[in-house]
């Protein structure tokens, strides 16, 4: 079975600064690889999404991400953050024949200061 | 509308009490799923229907937990004898699924607030 980690509960940026979430992942085959955000109060949004081809892949609110099979890993990036993208993300992986089989990681908490 | 939708979104009851959760997902997704997410935890899975059929009900954390699907769309999510550490947010989220199964993203209804008082 397939497990994800990200190894970091909560990171604070300042507005402007750069960011890159991490998240590592467990299984045998190429997975398919998700982020997602969860604003305060709402509901999951997906950010992005990697199945196959380019390894890096472009998301919504300019978020991109990079599959790295020799680290397993699939971590989040941004340039410049703003305010508005203090959330929760998630990153998630599918895998296999049924939809089961489809992980979610804890969670890392992103805090921008002003 | 055309995302998920669960209702109803706040549930106040009291411990011992059933409840009835329920998710409308989005026409067209055969898959869906139950998270539960507790306060400041990530998402635990709970179970997941394929159609009417729920291939994996692995999640579920008790007895007291029972989900149902019917006509391949609107599902039921049931807690019998509520008690204090079934207070969560409930979410539901529904995907396409096809022969590569979990390569379809799932799309999140906003979720259903429980307190168990």
């Known amino acids: 079975a397939q497990s994800v980690t990200q190894p970091d509960i909560h990171i604070t940026v300042s507005e402007g600064a750069s960011l890159e979430l991490r998240c590592n992942y467990s299984y045998g085959a190429t997975p398919y690889l998700f982020w997602y955000v969860q604003s305060p109060g709402q509901g999951l949004q997906l950010l992005l999404k990697?199945?196959?081809?380019?390894?890096l892949v472009q998301g919504i609110k300019g978020f991109e991400a990079e599959f790295k099979r020799s680290q397993s890993s699939f971590n989040l990036r941004k340039p410049s953050v703003h305010w508005s993208d203090a959330a929760e993300y998630f990153c998630a992986v599918g895998a296999g024949n049924y939809g089961q089989n489809f992980v979610f990681g804890p969670g890392t908490r992103l805090s921008v200061l002003p | 509308g055309a995302g998920v939708s669960q209702s109803p979104s706040n549930k106040v009851t009291e411990k011992g009490k059933d409840v009835e959760l329920r998710c409308d997902p989005i026409?067209?997704?055969?898959?869906l799923y139950w998270y539960r997410q507790s306060l400041g935890q990530g998402l635990e899975f709970l179970i997941y229907f394929q159609g009417n059929s729920a291939p994996d009900k692995s999640g579920l954390p008790s007895d007291r937990f029972s989900a149902e699907r019917t006509g391949g769309s609107v599902s039921t999510l049931t807690i019998q004898r509520t008690q204090q550490e079934d207070s969560a947010v409930y979410l539901c989220?529904?995907?396409?699924?096809?022969?590569?199964?979990?390569?379809?993203?799932?799309?999140f209804g906003p979720g259903t607030r429980l307190t168990v008082t």
């Open positions: 026409s067209g997704h055969t898959a």
């Open positions: 989220a529904s995907s396409l699924e096809g022969l590569a199964g979990g390569r379809y993203e799932q799309y």
């Open positions: 990697y199945f196959s081809g380019d390894t």
